[in-house]
C-alpha cells in the first residue's frame, strides 16, 4: 500500500505533468497549499442555459469584474452605474479634478504637477492575488511601493521635544534594548527553566547580532552599531572628518514616548513589503476594467428600487440622476454591488434577514488630504524617498511619494489620511471640516514634522468618504458579532439577486476583497444558472 | 577661523531663495483661527474630551448630518435632523448615538453618559428642534449596551 501511494509533492507532480501547471494550482489549492487569498485563478463558467441576461448595480471593481468573466462565458451583460465615470471608491485625484461633495462644498485639486491624491485604496499587498492575476492579465504597470522606509518619521507632539525621530532608530534601539534585557535575564540564570543549558548559549550568541551587543551583553554606541544604525558622522572620502557612530536612544524615553507603538503600524500581514501600486494612479486598475466592459455600461444610472419575480428581476432607475426620467431594465439575474449604505435606502425584494443584514452593517469614516509643494523638500533636506511617517498628531500618517524621485518641480504628499479601523476619532472631526479647513488642519500639523510646509506649499485637496453620496462612508465595519448574525445571509443568493463588493468579503476596504466577492458571487450564480 | 566667502555666498543665495519663495506661497491663516480650528479634535484619540453639545456635535453628527442639521441627499441620503419627527424621542436619538444605527457608526465607546446626553439634548434643542425634555447621563447609562460598559 505504501508503495503504490504517492506523496503530496508526487501527487501534484502528476498532475502538473498531465495537465498542465494551471490543474496543478488547482489541486495545490484545493490541498491547501498556496491558498493565500483564497483566489484560484480566473473562473471557469459553466456559462447560461435559460437566464442569459445577467444586470450588474455599480461599476467599481467588483461589477466591472463580474460583467468581463461572465460576458466572456456567454452571458449577456449590461451595468448601470450612479455616477458619471467608472472605477467606484478605486479613484485618483489629479489637477483640474473637481467634485461636489455632500452639504454642498467643492472638492478642488489644483496640483500643478503629475502628482495625484488615491482617494480610496493606494497600496496593493502581493498576497492580494486576484488582484495582481488582474493586473497581468489586463496589462496594468505596477511599480514598487515603498510601505516601510526606515528612514521615514515617527513622531509625537509630546516625545523628543517634539522632534521626529527616524523609523529604523527607533526599531533598532528597541531590539538593542530588549536583546540586551533578555542577555541579562539569561545571564542571572532568570530564563533557566525555560531554556536549556545549549539553548541558552545560543541564544546569547544570537542576541549579540542581533540587537549588536558589545562583549558584555550591552546595548551601546560603536563601531560596530554604527554600521547598522546609522552615524553622527558618515564615513567619508579623501579627507573628510572621522566617522562617528550615532547614539541610541534611551529605553525608558522610547518606552514612554510612544514611538516603538508606531513601529507597529508595519506589522501587519496587509502591509508586508514589498508592496506594489499602479503607475500612475490606483484608478489605472479600474480603467483597465473599464477598457474591456465600456461598452456594456450606462452612466448616471440612479437605481430606485429592486424588484424580483418568479423568471427575473425589474430594476428601476432614474436616467440622469436623481429626478431623471424614470426607467426600468429586466434581466434573468441581477449583481448588486452597491454599498450597503446606500443599497439600505432602496427598495430591494429579498428575504426579511437579507433586508436585516443589508441594513445592519455601519460604514466606517476615512478620509484623506493631499497636498502639494513646490518640490520634494522631504527628499532633498530629510533624505525621505517614499515610505510613510507616522504621528500622534490628528493626522496620523504623512505618505511621500514612490514615484518621481529626484525630480525637480511640485509634487504632492498624502498628508493626512486616517480610518475609523484604527480606532481613533480624529476621522469624524476631519470629516466634519470644510475642504478648505481640513488643508489648513494639514498644513498646522504638519509644520509640525516637516518645517518646510509654510514655505513650499503650494495647492491642497481632500476627501471625506461620509461625505460621498454614492458610498455614504468608506466601507462595511463589521465585527464579529454583525458576521456571525448577517455575513452569510447577505452573501447568499436570494432568488434572482446576489450582493457584492468589499463588504461582501472578510477584506473589506481592500480591491481583493471585492474582486474574490465578485468571482464568488458570479460562481455560484453560474452553478445556480446550471443547476 | 574666516569663513570662506564662497561658502557665505551659497549661503545667502539659499536663504534668498528662501525668503522669494516664502513671499509667493499662500500666507498661512491667522494664529487664532488656527487654534479655534484644531480645538475641534480631540485631545485623546480614544474618548472624545469636548464636554460641550455644540462642540461634540461639530467634532462628529457634523460629519453627515451638517452644519445646519440639514442632513445631505444625492444617490443616498444623511437624514435630517431638522424637523425630523424620530428626534422627539430623547432615547431614540441617545440610543442611535450611543449603538449606531443602519450604516451610521456608533459613537457609545468613545463618548461617556455627559457627553451622549449633552450631544443629544444639543440636537434636540438646535436646527429649528425645541424639544423641552432634557435626557439626563444616568438615563443615558440605563440605555448604555452591557459591552459598552
Known amino acids: ?531 | 577661523m574666516t569663513p570662506n566667502p564662497l561658502y557665505l555666498f551659497a549661503a545667502l543665495t539659499v536663504l534668498a531663495t528662501g525668503a522669494l519663495a516664502q513671499q509667493t506661497s499662500t500666507p498661512p491663516p491667522p494664529a487664532q483661527d488656527i487654534d479655534t480650528l484644531l480645538s475641534r479634535f480631540s485631545d485623546d484619540p480614544d474618548h472624545f474630551t469636548q464636554t460641550d453639545g455644540a462642540d461634540l456635535y461639530r467634532a462628529t453628527c457634523q460629519a453627515c448630518h451638517m452644519e445646519d442639521g440639514r442632513g445631505a441627499m444625492g444617490a443616498g441620503a444623511h437624514p435630517p435632523l431638522a424637523g425630523n419627527p424620530k428626534m422627539r424621542s430623547k432615547h431614540f436619538l441617545a440610543g442611535v448615538i450611543l449603538t449606531g444605527y443602519h450604516a451610521m457608526p456608533r459613537f457609545g465607546h468613545m463618548m461617556s453618559d455627559d457627553q451622549v446626553a449633552a450631544v443629544t439634548n444639543y440636537v434636540r434643542s438646535h436646527f429649528g428642534n425645541d424639544f423641552p425634555d432634557v435626557i439626563t447621563a444616568a438615563e443615558v447609562a440605563d440605555l448604555r449596551p452591557p459591552e459598552d460598559e
Request: charged fraction near 20%; include cysteine.
Open chain 1, 1 to 531: 500500500m505504501t508503495l503504490t501511494t504517492p506523496t503530496r509533492r508526487q501527487l501534484l507532480a502528476m498532475i502538473g505533468q498531465v495537465a498542465g501547471a494551471a490543474a496543478m494550482y488547482q489541486a495545490m489549492t484545493s490541498m491547501g497549499f498556496a491558498a493565500e487569498s483564497g483566489y484560484a485563478g480566473a473562473p471557469e463558467l459553466q456559462g447560461p442555459r435559460q437566464g442569459r441576461r445577467v444586470l450588474i448595480l455599480g461599476a467599481g471593481i467588483a461589477g466591472m469584474a463580474a460583467a468581463y468573466e461572465m460576458r466572456r462565458a456567454g452571458y449577456a451583460v449590461k451595468i448601470l452605474e450612479y455616477q458619471d465615470r467608472t472605477g467606484g471608491r478605486c479613484l485618483t485625484l489629479r489637477g483640474g479634478d473637481r467634485y461636489t461633495e455632500m452639504g454642498g462644498h467643492e472638492i478642488a485639486c489644483d496640483f500643478q504637477g503629475d502628482g495625484y491624491l488615491n482617494a480610496g485604496p493606494w497600496r496593493l499587498p502581493v498576497h492580494h492575488r486576484a488582484v495582481f492575476d488582474y493586473c497581468r492579465r489586463l496589462g496594468v504597470a505596477m511599480h514598487p511601493f515603498i510601505i516601510k522606509n526606515n528612514r521615514a518619521f515617527l513622531h509625537s507632539a509630546s516625545a523628543f521635544d517634539g522632534q521626529p525621530q527616524r523609523i529604523g532608530d527607533v526599531e533598532k534601539d528597541m531590539r538593542g534594548h530588549v536583546s540586551e534585557l533578555l542577555a541579562k535575564a539569561l545571564n542571572q540564570g532568570g530564563l533557566d527553566d525555560a531554556v536549556t543549558p545549549e539553548d541558552r548559549e545560543k541564544l546569547l550568541e544570537g542576541l549579540k547580532d542581533w540587537g549588536v551587543l558589545d562583549r558584555n551583553y550591552t546595548y551601546r554606541a560603536s563601531d560596530d552599531l554604527g554600521g547598522v544604525r546609522g552615524w553622527d558622522i558618515p564615513p567619508g572620502g579623501g579627507l573628510m572628518p572621522e566617522k562617528k557612530p550615532s547614539q541610541p536612544n534611551d529605553l525608558s524615553r522610547l518606552l514612554h514616548s510612544g514611538l516603538w507603538d508606531q513601529v507597529f503600524n508595519f506589522n501587519s500581514y496587509s502591509f508586508e513589503p514589498p508592496m506594489f501600486e499602479p503607475a500612475g494612479g490606483m484608478d489605472a486598475i479600474t480603467d483597465a476594467f473599464a477598457r474591456e466592459v465600456e461598452d456594456v455600461i450606462q452612466l448616471n444610472a440612479r437605481v430606485t428600487r429592486i424588484a424580483q419575480h418568479d423568471d427575473g428581476v425589474t430594476v428601476t432607475y432614474e436616467d440622469g440622476g436623481r429626478g431623471g426620467t424614470v426607467r426600468e431594465q429586466t434581466a434573468d439575474w441581477c449583481i448588486c454591488t452597491i454599498p450597503l449604505s446606500v443599497l439600505a435606502q432602496i427598495q430591494v425584494d429579498c428575504s426579511d434577514a437579507m433586508r436585516k443584514a443589508i441594513a445592519a452593517v455601519p460604514y466606517a469614516s476615512a478620509f484623506k488630504v493631499g497636498l502639494e509643494f513646490r518640490r520634494r523638500f522631504w527628499e532633498e533636506e530629510d533624505g525621505i524617498l517614499g515610505g510613510v511617517s507616522y504621528t500622534d498628531l490628528p493626522l496620523v500618517q504623512i505618505a511621500y511619494p514612490n514615484y518621481g524621485f529626484l525630480s525637480a518641480g511640485p509634487a504632492v504628499l498624502q498628508a493626512a489620511y486616517d480610518t475609523a479601523t484604527g480606532g481613533r476619532n480624529f476621522t469624524y472631526s476631519w470629516s466634519s471640516m470644510t475642504p478648505q479647513e481640513r488643508i489648513d488642519a494639514a498644513l498646522a500639523f504638519g509644520r509640525q514634522i516637516h518645517p518646510q510646509y509654510d514655505a513650499e506649499f503650494l495647492s491642497g485637496t481632500s476627501w471625506v468618504w461620509h461625505r460621498v453620496d454614492w458610498s455614504l462612508g468608506c466601507y462595511g465595519q463589521w465585527t464579529q458579532e454583525l458576521r456571525d448574525e448577517h455575513y452569510k445571509t447577505l452573501c447568499e443568493i436570494d432568488n434572482r439577486l446576489v450582493l457584492a463588493g468589499e463588504h461582501c468579503s472578510h477584506i473589506p476596504a481592500w480591491l481583493e476583497g471585492s474582486l474574490l466577492s465578485a468571482l464568488d458571487a458570479i460562481k455560484r450564480l453560474d452553478q445556480r444558472e446550471n443547476a
